[in-house]
């Protein structure tokens, strides 16, 4: 069965240094992998996501996430944090089953320190 | 920008009752999902629908939860008898035909069971 991940349940960074929050994943097929972000009292926004080719993934706000297959790992980085960026950060794999469920890590929450 | 529409964003039911969570997907997508987060959790998937029919769903589905399309543009959630347990953000999320494809997340219906 696939899983996700996520270490560090919550993450605190001063504002303009790096974020760098961590995303192991099970598959037991190639996986298909994102990250999406949640404000408070707001729904889900896609990030990224990796599905095939280039292993360094370039989403929006500054956030880029590298799939390394060795490691079984997606961690998520941007250089420079902004004080926006704070907020619940999930990583998920698509389910390999035909419904296309996408089975979400228990999320990081980024605190960004003026 | 198209977008994923829920109603209502706050639902306040008492236990036992039936309540039905409406979602507008984004028009030309043909799988459809709903999630849930159980406050302080991660999102957990429940069900997805595709050529109106369920194609998975998961082992919270059980016999009180039913999905329908009534039409050519809503897509419902349906609890026959709420429990308190029942309590939780149920986000609706829709998406084209490849396992690849994105997922748009609505923003979320808050149930509340007392």
């Known amino acids: 069965a696939q899983s996700v991940t996520q270490l560090g349940s919550h993450v605190s960074v001063s504002e303009g240094a790096l974020v760098l929050l961590r995303c192991n994943y099970s598959s037991s097929v190639p996986p298909y992998l994102f990250w999406y972000v949640q404000y408070p009292n707001q729904g889900l926004q896609l990030l990224l996501k990796y599905t095939t080719g280039a292993t360094l993934v370039k989403g929006i706000n500054g956030f880029e996430a590298e799939f390394k297959k060795s490691e079984t790992s997606f961690h998520l980085t941007k250089p420079s944090a902004h004080m926006s960026d704070a907020a619940e950060y999930f990583c998920a794999v698509r389910g390999d089953t035909g419904g296309f469920k996408t089975i979400f890590g228990a999320g990081t929450r980024l605190f960004v320190k003026a | 920008e198209p977008e994923v529409t829920q109603t209502p964003s706050h639902q306040v039911t008492q236990m036992g009752q039936e309540v039905i969570l409406r979602c507008v997907p984004i028009?030309?997508?043909?799988?459809f999902y709903w999630y849930r987060q159980i406050l302080g959790q991660k999102v957990e998937f429940l069900v997805s629908?595709?050529?109106?029919?369920?194609?998975?769903k998961s082992e919270i589905f059980d016999d009180q939860f039913s999905v329908e399309r009534p039409d050519g543009s809503n897509f419902t959630l349906k609890i026959r008898s709420t429990k308190l347990e029942d309590s939780a953000m149920y986000f609706c999320?829709?998406?084209?035909?490849?396992?690849?494809?994105?997922?748009?997340f609505g923003p979320g219906t808050r149930l509340t069971v007392l």
């Open positions: 028009s030309n997508h043909l799988y």
């Open positions: 629908f595709y050529n109106n029919e369920i194609s998975e």
């Open positions: 999320a829709s998406s084209g035909w490849t396992s690849g494809d994105e997922q748009f």
